[in-house]
């Protein structure tokens, strides 16, 4: 099978999937973006209002302050990968329980295993802790570990976690856009094939 043919696999499964309850409050499940080549995987927490409405990855408030940064860096979305830790909205953007997270992450993992990215940057702490467990890295605040790029070695291919604050975090504190500007410029070398 080719990578776009295991994609739509698992967007068929996610589009059916009622392993959580989230599925009876959501209007689309958001699958994910981007290219299935990128060298850098962007995962963040849940769909809010308006990605739950389009069926689309960081498209309402947090989405334009993702795409400043990206813009900051050069890149484009076409270039890198964007999905979440939860496929489906939680109601009132409460935060992701446990059970939801063990239910849906198996769809990100195989996520990851079709892209191989070089490097997953995580958005927020939903994203850090469940990555760095992923991957045997011993749990750390995001406040401890923003903006650092950890080595981790493992059969996916994936080379480097990077952790970043949340973009929504910018839409009310302008101090984190400034450290998640700074932040980002790490992912400047490793997003490019030819870098
Ligand atoms: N916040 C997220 O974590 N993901 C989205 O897709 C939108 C907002
Ligand atoms: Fe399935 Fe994930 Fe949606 Fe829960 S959040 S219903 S596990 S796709």
Same mark, same amino acid.
């Given at each position: 099978m080719s990578k776009e043919e295991e994609m739509e696999r698992i967007e068929r499964e996610i589009k059916n $999937? *009622? *392993? $959580?309850?989230l599925w009876k409050t959501r209007n689309n499940p958001v699958i994910g973006e981007g290219t299935l080549n990128a060298n850098i995987v962007f995962v963040g927490e849940a769909p809010g209002y308006n990605e739950d409405k389009q069926g689309k990855p960081f498209v309402g408030r947090a989405g334009k302050v993702f795409d400043e940064l990206l813009a900051h860096i050069g890149l484009k979305r076409e270039e890198i990968f964007i999905t979440n830790v939860l496929k489906c909205r939680p109601p009132q953007n409460r935060n992701p329980l446990k059970n939801e997270i063990s239910a849906c992450t198996p769809y990100l993992d195989r996520q990851i295993s079709i892209i191989r990215p070089r490097a997953i940057a995580t958005l927020g702490s939903f994203a850090l802790h469940y990555i760095f467990e992923k991957f045997g890295l011993k749990r750390e605040t995001i406040g401890a570990v923003h903006g650092k790029s950890f080595d981790v070695f493992n059969l996916t291919g994936v080379r480097k976690i990077i952790p970043m604050y949340h973009p929504a975090t910018a839409t009310y504190n302008p101090e984190t856009k400034n450290l998640l500007l700074k932040d980002f410029e790490v992912l400047k070398n490793i997003c490019r094939r030819d870098a």
């Amino acid at each position: 099978m080719s990578k776009e043919e295991e994609m739509e696999r698992i967007e068929r499964e996610i589009k059916n $999937c *009622k *392993k $959580c309850e989230l599925w009876k409050t959501r209007n689309n499940p958001v699958i994910g973006e981007g290219t299935l080549n990128a060298n850098i995987v962007f995962v963040g927490e849940a769909p809010g209002y308006n990605e739950d409405k389009q069926g689309k990855p960081f498209v309402g408030r947090a989405g334009k302050v993702f795409d400043e940064l990206l813009a900051h860096i050069g890149l484009k979305r076409e270039e890198i990968f964007i999905t979440n830790v939860l496929k489906c909205r939680p109601p009132q953007n409460r935060n992701p329980l446990k059970n939801e997270i063990s239910a849906c992450t198996p769809y990100l993992d195989r996520q990851i295993s079709i892209i191989r990215p070089r490097a997953i940057a995580t958005l927020g702490s939903f994203a850090l802790h469940y990555i760095f467990e992923k991957f045997g890295l011993k749990r750390e605040t995001i406040g401890a570990v923003h903006g650092k790029s950890f080595d981790v070695f493992n059969l996916t291919g994936v080379r480097k976690i990077i952790p970043m604050y949340h973009p929504a975090t910018a839409t009310y504190n302008p101090e984190t856009k400034n450290l998640l500007l700074k932040d980002f410029e790490v992912l400047k070398n490793i997003c490019r094939r030819d870098a």
